[in-house]
T-cell receptor, first 115, second 112 residues
């Protein structure tokens, strides 16, 4: 049981390049999330998907796009990377039902550097 | 979502109870209090949540005041491995998923 798996774990990009961060969960969860964490800061929500087929903006969606490919997978795309997007990206999932709505399971993070 | 306020840092002696406070004076009736922690650079880990009753699990206890304006997370016997940033979050209950907004948290240092 892998939980939440993120790929890649590390990536270096040049300004203007594009890339997609992949996230998959094997817990049959309904909701999935993408957060970013800058050095010394708390997590900020980029996008989330409450259920398969829906996506919503979080606190800092600009410069990102997401796709809920199916119930298991939720990808985050940077179309034209900027140095300000250098961060650690965390994917999370939750059952999304009842009182367990806020019980999120996180991946190990993807460390992105944009030069 | 209600704003939460936590002290930026706290120390605790190993083996003693760690009591982490959180103020959420504007919490509404349908908002749960969630606690997470983040050890070093790992992904955050869910600890516990509650609505208005005190809660206990294998990791911690959550004490919510009767007026629900504040809460305390208690780690009964802190160990060095409990050194982490602890986040208190107030978020509504949703039937079809929702979102958690993390703040700055409290950096807990457990010392020998």
């Amino acid at each position: 049981n892998a939980g939440v798996t993120q790929t890649p774990k590390f990536q270096v990009l040049k300004t203007g390049q594009s890339m997609t961060l992949q996230c998959a969960q094997d817990m049959n969860h309904n909701s999935m999330y993408w957060y970013r964490q800058d050095p010394g800061m708390g997590l900020r929500l980029i996008y989330y998907s409450a259920s398969e087929g829906t996506t919503d903006k979080g606190e800092v969606p600009n410069g990102y796009n997401v796709s809920r490919l199916n119930k298991r997978e939720f990808s985050l795309r940077l179309e034209s990377a900027a140095p300000s997007q250098t961060s650690v990206y965390f994917c999370a999932s939750s059952d999304g039902q009842g009182a367990n709505t806020g019980e999120l399971f996180f991946g190990e993070g993807s460390r992105l550097t944009v030069l | 979502d209600a704003k939460t306020t936590q002290p930026p840092s706290m120390d605790c002696a190993e083996g003693r109870a760690a009591n982490l406070p959180c103020n959420h004076s504007t919490i509404s009736g349908n908002e749960y209090v969630y606690w997470y922690r983040q050890i070093h650079s790992q992904g955050p880990q869910y600890i516990i949540h509650g609505l208005k009753n005190n809660e206990t699990n294998e990791m911690a206890s959550l004490i919510i005041t009767e007026d629900r304006k504040s809460s305390t997370l208690i780690l009964p016997h802190a160990t060095l491995r409990d050194t982490a940033v602890y986040y208190c979050i107030a978020s509504p209950f949703y039937n079809q998923g929702g979102k958690l907004i993390f703040g700055q948290g409290t950096e807990l240092s457990v010392k020998p």
